[in-house]
């Protein structure tokens, strides 16, 4: 089984919806991540949370939010989606005990398409 | 002035050819370096971490330079396999966990 999972894997959704893309981890790591990748652009960190009453906004945080409802899980929601949050996302897990190698791990990806 | 800058691509080698690439940072502050992969349409992996003193991981050999603020990665003997984005991560400053991302080199390595 994957360490990290992410659900759904794809999904279209319509201008001015809700939705929710969600994360697990089985690796029992504290720190947890949510990026988004467009072509030309690389990764970009939108939340990150340290542990479960830590979340903290990252370099694209405006129309997101995102929820730690436990140490294993972390959400995200997009309010009111828009086409140009037509993106792959991803969610990541680090663990903090490995000090300055502190490395992050990936989960599947979860492509979202806004019409 | 981009954080993590690296040469695009894409690099069309043939199997067994030996390629290298380069990847600057500009946050002196920074302490860990990594070189992660990238499948098309998959999700990065960590390919190796760089230590100050060069490393090395069988066909893979990292190397930093923190004066000039350079990280490469050297591919001897390339293989079909090691066809993918080659993503160079560097965390955001001393203390800081949050890594950024480079935008990734494109190898094709061709039969």
Sequence with gaps: ??????????????????????????KGHDRMYWYRQDPGLGLRLIYY??????????????????SRQAQAKFSLSLESAIPNQTALYFCATSDRMKGAQETQYFGPGTRLLVL | RKEVEQDPGPFNVPEGATVAF???YSNSAS???????????KEPKLLM???????????FTAQLNRASQYISLLIRDSK???????????????GSYQ??????????VIP
């Design chain 2, 80 to 94: 079909l396999s090691d066809s993918a984005t080659y993503l160079c991560v560097v965390n955001s400053g001393a």
């Design chain 1, 1 to 26: 089984d994957a360490d990290v999972t992410q659900t759904p894997r794809n999904r279209i959704t319509k201008t001015g919806k809700r939705i929710m893309l969600e994360c697990s981890q089985t």
């Design chain 2, 31 to 41: 302490q860990s370096f990594f070189w992660y992969r990238q499948d098309c349409r």
């Design chain 1, 49 to 66: 949370s340290f542990d479960v009453k830590d979340i903290n906004k990252g370099e694209i945080s405006d129309g997101y939010s995102v």
């Design chain 2, 49 to 59: 971490s760089v230590y100050s003193s060069g490393n090395e991981d069988g066909r």
């Design chain 2, 22 to 24: 380069n990847c600057t």
């Design chain 2, 99 to 108: 890594l950024t991302f480079g935008k990734g080199t494109k190898l094709s």
